[in-house]
């Protein structure tokens, strides 16, 4: 059975915040996906699923890199905000309720989610150990603690990601400078030694100001929300600091190699602009010190984007001339991609390969571009002139929309490789669905259950798809479309997480947590 791998999902928050609701029992209970039921749309955490526990391991998803979010204080400070939460995600109405009443701050949450990711019962004390191993009936799944583990091609294999650097604060969301490095600090390094948890990654921010790393705007809320009064609206608004030296400070504790509990940065929200200072400081600090290849990056640490797109602006400046906009791909100007600054430009891309790191595609419409309008069409007329009017017109709405929504996925991909400018760019990219974290699925692959289908759509009809074929890909000799995209839906990960797990902790069995 083919095997398949995602750098990004949200595998628990939805059983946090729903739990005990139908279908939230535990983590692995599910509401499956039913096409004639479920349209694809952005993810109703009380409608269905695009990916649980139970259907990574029956999908044969056998790594999957699971985000751990706390929602922001924004979602949950007022009934306004609840209401939205409720409306745009799906989220449970007395859940967040209660969160706000009892002051539950972000850590707190995050450990919560943990004890759903591990199974485990509610507690108020931080427990220290953690089950490395998961089951319920004939399902299994691991958390890696050994090289046996990490090498087992048979189990699911789970690696964890914290989603936001305010995850590490349980002060009020407005605590900054000193405090907050403190706080932040003690957090993640009680995470790291003395709960002994895996942590893979770090995304520095989310949505919200967290006063230590500038953020690129990504709340999708409706045009509506504009006219409203939502308390807390102004914590959406960035710092100017790209990165301010209380962040440094937790950039230095996640990446420092000295104790084997490296922690990768995901940049995947930041500003473009704290992103290039996050490069360059990988350079002064290069090169890696725990790459052992006859080549080692010059860059201190492989950088990662694990759910991003491309912008198609050629560098920062024309990147930062696009800013903020949420509707900015209706301009006749942007004729490709989704141009936000929160999308990777044409620049990074060379230094993420140099730096021997990875870029996960999203497979949300709107990081993709489905909201350029002229983009959508120009693509929709290749595919018609490919496909022939006739056959096009004979698929259905439906069906076309789907092979839009590919041709967008592989317009993105295809992308990277022909900027990165050489055949090693084809390693450098995965899949990182954001499945189940608010996102509206490309309609071709609405959960992990289509991975196996989309990848052959891509497969089989690739000159089809392709917009740009004028555009040099850089396919090396030997390698067919076959395993070039076994590389893209797994190989390339497996590899990755391979070469830079740095925590294999020690655990004890489920049974023998009280």
């Known amino acids: 059975m083919t095997k398949f791998a995602d750098f990004h999902i949200h595998l628990s928050l939805k059983h946090l915040i729903n739990k005990g609701e139908e279908?939230?029992?535990?983590?692995?209970?599910?509401?499956?996906?039913?096409?004639?039921?479920?349209?694809?749309?952005?993810?109703?955490?009380?409608k269905y699923d695009q990916s649980d526990l139970s259907l990574l391991v029956d999908e044969n998803v056998k790594m999957a890199v699971i985000a751990l979010h706390p929602v922001?204080?924004?979602?949950?400070k007022s009934w306004v905000n609840r209401l939205i939460g409720k409306f745009i995600f799906?989220?449970?109405?007395?859940?967040?309720?209660?969160?706000?009443?009892?002051?539950?701050?972000?850590?707190s949450i995050l450990n919560r989610e943990l004890e759903v990711v591990f199974s485990l019962p509610d507690k108020d004390d931080y427990r220290k150990n953690f089950p490395s191993h998961l089951a319920k009936g004939n399902r299994r799944a691991i958390f890696p603690t050994n090289a046996d583990?990490?090498?087992?091609?048979?189990t699911t294999k789970l690696f964890l990601s914290v989603e936001g650097a305010h995850a590490l604060s349980n002060l009020p969301f407005e605590a900054q400078g000193e405090e907050l490095e403190k706080e932040v600090l003690k957090n993640l390094h009680h995470l790291q030694y003395e709960r002994n948890i895996?942590?893979?990654?770090?995304?520095?921010?989310?949505?919200?100001?967290?006063?230590?790393?500038?953020?690129?705007?990504?709340?999708?809320?409706?045009?509506?929300?504009?006219?409203?009064?939502?308390?807390?609206?102004?914590?959406?608004?960035?710092?100017?600091?790209?990165?301010?030296?209380?962040?440094?400070?937790v950039i230095d504790q996640c990446l420092d190699p000295s104790k084997g509990k490296r922690i990768l940065i995901?940049?995947?929200?930041?500003?473009?602009?704290?992103?290039?200072?996050?490069?360059?400081?990988?350079?002064?600090?290069?090169?890696?010190?725990?790459?052992?290849?006859?080549?080692?990056?010059e860059y201190y640490a492989p950088i990662i984007a694990s759910h991003s797109g491309v912008s198609g602006m050629r560098n920062k400046e024309e990147a930062l001339q696009v800013g903020r906009a949420k509707r900015e791909g209706h301009k006749n100007k942007y004729q490709r991609f989704n141009p936000w600054e929160i999308n990777i430009c044409d620049e990074e891309l060379p230094i993420i390969m140099k730096s021997k790191g990875m870029i996960g595609i999203s497979l949300d419409q709107r990081i993709l571009g489905t909201e350029n309008n002229d983009y959508v069409k120009a693509v929709c007329n290749h595919?018609?002139?490919?496909?022939?009017?006739?056959?096009?017109?004979?698929?259905?709405?439906?069906?076309?929309?789907?092979?839009?929504?590919?041709?967008?996925?592989?317009?993105?991909?295809?992308?990277?490789?022909?900027?990165?400018?050489?055949?090693?760019?084809?390693?450098?990219?995965?899949?990182?669905?954001?499945?189940?974290?608010?996102?509206?699925?490309?309609?071709?692959?609405?959960?992990?259950?289509?991975?196996?289908?989309?990848?052959?759509?891509?497969?089989?009809?690739?000159?089809k798809l392709r917009y740009k074929a004028e555009e040099e890909i850089y396919i090396p000799n030997g390698k067919s479309l076959q395993t070039l995209f076994r590389g893209v839906f797994y190989d390339n990960l497996e590899r990755f997480i391979k070469d830079n797990f740095c925590c294999l902790p020690s655990s004890v069995p489920l049974e023998s947590i009280s």
């Open 23 to 46: 279908g939230r029992k535990d983590i692995w209970d599910s509401i499956r996906y039913n096409p004639s039921k479920h349209k694809p749309k952005r993810a109703s955490s009380d």
């Open 72 to 76: 922001e204080v924004i979602v949950r």
């Open 90 to 107: 799906g989220f449970e109405l007395d859940r967040l309720k209660k969160w706000a009443q009892d002051s539950v701050k972000s850590f």
């Open 149 to 154: 583990e990490l090498n087992d091609e048979e």
């Open 198 to 249: 895996p942590i893979f990654s770090l995304t520095l921010c989310h949505f919200a100001n967290n006063y230590l790393f500038k953020q690129s705007w990504a709340l999708p809320l409706p045009k509506v929300v504009d006219f409203l009064k939502i308390p807390g609206k102004d914590l959406l608004e960035s710092q100017e600091e790209p990165i301010n030296k209380h962040g440094l400070k």
């Open 266 to 297: 995901d940049t995947k929200h930041l500003h473009i602009d704290a992103r290039y200072v996050y490069y360059q400081l990988l350079l002064d600090k290069g090169p890696n010190p725990l790459d052992t290849s006859e080549n080692p990056s």
């Open 383 to 463: 595919l018609k002139d490919k496909y022939g009017k006739v056959t096009w017109r004979k698929m259905g709405k439906a069906k076309r929309t789907e092979m839009i929504h590919a041709a967008l996925f592989l317009d993105n991909l295809l992308y990277i490789v022909h900027k990165m400018g050489s055949e090693k760019a084809w390693d450098c990219i995965c899949i990182g669905s954001d499945f189940d974290g608010v996102i509206d699925p490309i309609d071709c692959c609405p959960t992990v259950s289509y991975f196996s289908s989309f990848e052959k759509l891509l497969v089989d009809d690739f000159d």
